[in-house]
C-alpha cells in the first residue's frame, strides 16, 4: 500500500481540527498512488483526500497548488487546497508537506473505452487552452536534463538491447528537440494524464486529479502521453485505432495543432513512452531490495512495449 508517511489517530484529530471540517469520524489510506501519500479523510462535514508530497520540499508545492487554482477559476473540476484555521494552505506533517482537498465524487475507470476517449481528447484540449495565460513556468522534474541524466544512471543495471533502446531513443528526441523547439507550442501541461488520474461518474468525466507533475512544456507531449496510455493495448503496447482517432480528433475539433506540432508528433508519442519507462525503470531499480515497495510500482515492461510499438509505427496526427 502506498502509504508512505504513516500518520495516527492523534494527528489526524489534530489536522482535521485546524481547519473548518467539523469533527474526524474516520480515515483510510489510499493504495492507488506511487508517488504520494495520500489518506481519505470522512468527517461530519464531508469527505476528504489528504496528501503528503514524498517528492517534494515544501517550496516546490505552490506551483502545483496555483496551477490547479488557475484550473478551478477556469470551471474545471479539480483538487484545489483547501484553507485551514490559519488562512493557509499548505503546511508540513511528519516532515513532509501536505494539504487536503475536497474528495470527488466518482471513481476509476477499469478501461478506457472510446467514448471516454472522446471525452478525454475534448477535455485536454479545453485544458491546455485554459492553461496558456497561466504566468508561472515550471520546468519539469522529469524533463530532458532528468531523462539524460537518470537514463546514464541505470543503463549500466539494465540488459544491452534496453540500455541501446533507450539511449538512442533519447538521442534522437534531443537532436530534433535542439532544431525545432522554438517552433513547438508549449503550455502549462498535467504531463501524468493516464486514465487513472481521471474519475468517471458513470459516462461522465467528473474530475482530473493528481496535476504533480504539471509543468511547461510541449502541448504535443501531453497529448501524447494521454495517447499512449488511453488507447494502447497494454499486453502488445499496439494502439487501438479507434481510440486513438476518437481522442484525437477530439482534441483537434478544440485545439488545431500547427504545422511544427504535427510534424514532432511521431517524436512526442516516442518520448512520452520513454518518459514514463524511464520513471517505472527508475522506480523500480530504487525498489528491488524491498519486496513491499516493489510490489506497488507500475511495471516498467508495458512502457517499454509501448514505446517499441511507436518504434514500430506512429500515425500522423491529421489524416
Ligand atoms: N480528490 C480526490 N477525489 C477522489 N479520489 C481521489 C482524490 N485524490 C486522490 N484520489 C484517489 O487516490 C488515488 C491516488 O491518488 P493520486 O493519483 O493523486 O496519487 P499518487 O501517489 O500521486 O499516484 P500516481 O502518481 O501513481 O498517479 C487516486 O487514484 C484516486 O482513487
Ligand atoms: N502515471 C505514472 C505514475 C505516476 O507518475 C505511471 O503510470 O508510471
Redesign the pocket.
Known amino acids: 500500500m502506498a502509504v508512505y508517511t504513516s500518520l495516527a489517530d492523534s494527528d489526524m484529530r489534530d489536522l482535521v481540527a485546524d481547519y473548518y471540517l467539523g469533527e474526524l469520524i474516520s480515515y483510510q489510506g489510499i493504495s492507488g498512488g506511487?508517488?504520494n501519500t495520500n489518506y481519505f479523510l470522512t468527517t461530519t462535514t464531508g469527505k476528504y483526500v489528504l496528501t503528503l508530497f514524498e517528492e517534494f520540499e515544501y517550496k516546490e508545492v505552490p506551483y502545483f497548488l496555483d496551477v490547479v487554482a488557475h484550473l478551478k477559476h477556469k470551471g474545471f473540476n479539480v483538487p484545489a487546497a483547501l484553507i485551514d484555521c490559519h488562512g493557509e494552505r499548505l503546511r508540513i506533517i511528519k516532515d513532509r508537506p501536505a494539504i487536503i482537498v475536497d474528495c470527488f465524487a466518482g471513481g476509476l475507470l477499469d478501461e478506457t473505452t472510446i467514448k471516454s476517449c472522446k471525452m478525454m481528447g475534448e477535455t485536454l484540449a479545453k485544458l491546455h487552452t485554459a492553461g496558456l495565460d497561466f504566468s508561472e513556468h515550471r520546468e519539469s522534474h522529469r524533463g530532458m536534463q532528468w531523462w539524460r541524466e537518470t537514463s546514464k544512471q541505470l543503463a549500466p543495471e539494465l540488459e544491452p538491447e534496453q540500455a541501446h533502446l533507450l539511449l538512442e531513443q533519447i538521442s534522437e528526441f534531443d537532436a530534433f528537440i535542439e532544431k525545432h523547439d522554438d517552433e513547438i507550442p508549449k503550455g502549462t501541461i498535467h504531463a501524468?494524464l493516464?486514465y487513472n488520474n481521471t474519475l468517471f461518474e458513470g459516462e461522465e468525466l467528473s474530475a482530473i486529479i493528481d496535476f504533480y507533475?504539471a509543468c511547461y512544456s510541449w502541448l504535443m507531449y501531453d497529448l501524447a502521453i494521454v495517447v499512449n496510455d488511453w488507447c494502447s493495448d497494454i499486453e502488445t503496447g499496439e494502439l487501438d485505432m479507434e481510440k486513438y482517432h476518437a481522442l484525437v480528433n477530439a482534441y483537434i475539433h478544440e485545439r488545431q495543432p500547427n504545422a511544427a506540432e504535427i510534424n514532432a508528433w511521431p517524436y512526442m508519442q516516442k518520448a512520452a513512452a520513454m518518459r514514463?519507462w524511464l520513471?517505472?525503470l527508475e522506480a523500480w531499480h530504487g525498489a528491488k531490495h524491498d519486496a513491499e515497495r516493489l510490489a506497488q510500482q507500475?511495471d516498467p515492461k508495458e512502457l517499454q512495449r509501448i514505446l517499441e510499438a511507436r518504434i514500430r509505427y506512429t500515425p500522423n496526427l491529421v489524416e
Do not use: A, G, L, Y
Request: charged letters at 35%; hydrophobic letters at 35%.
Open positions: 506511487v508517488e501524468d493516464f507533475n514514463f520513471s517505472r507500475h
